[in-house]
Nanobody
Framework: QVQLVESGGGLVQPGGSLRLSCAASGRTSSIYSMGWFRQAPGKEREFVASRSGFPTGTYYADSVKGRFTISGDNAANTVYLQMNTLKPEDTAVYFC??????????????????WGQGTQVTVSS
């Protein structure tokens, strides 16, 4: 099994920045790709961003392109989400996710294998 633990959420004013971190533990050799989802109050969970180690690649939801950047350290089994120019509509619980090896890389955008507990991000003045 793989365990994912997020950190870095909090309250920020519109236009501000936050950086989320996620650390994976357990059978990390099983991980092919890591990323982020979010769930706003009263809404379904939605894909935010993902990255794969090999071949290296990143993917973003249209709503965050140009504002959010995903990065990571494969050796340390961590992934980060730098969020800039935050908007009130970015308010949500953000979940770290991971995809098992040998699955299609695009599956992380719809059906990741593992989920973290989530961290709250609130954008408000």
């Amino acid at each position: 099994q793989v365990q994912l633990v997020e950190s870095g959420g909090g309250l920020v004013q519109p236009g501000g920045s936050l950086r989320l971190s996620c650390a994976a533990s357990g059978r990390t050799s099983s991980i092919y790709s890591m990323g982020w989802f979010r769930q706003a109050p009263g809404k379904e969970r939605e894909f935010v961003a993902s990255r794969s180690g090999f071949p290296t690649g990143t993917y973003y939801a249209d709503s965050v392109k140009g504002r959010f950047t995903i990065s990571g350290d494969n050796a340390a089994n961590t992934v980060y989400l730098q969020m800039n120019t935050l908007k009130p509509e970015d308010t949500a619980v953000y979940f770290c996710v991971a995809l098992r090896r040998f699955r299609p890389v695009e599956a992380i955008r719809s059906d990741p294998n593992w989920w973290g507990q989530g961290t709250q991000v609130t954008v408000s003045s």
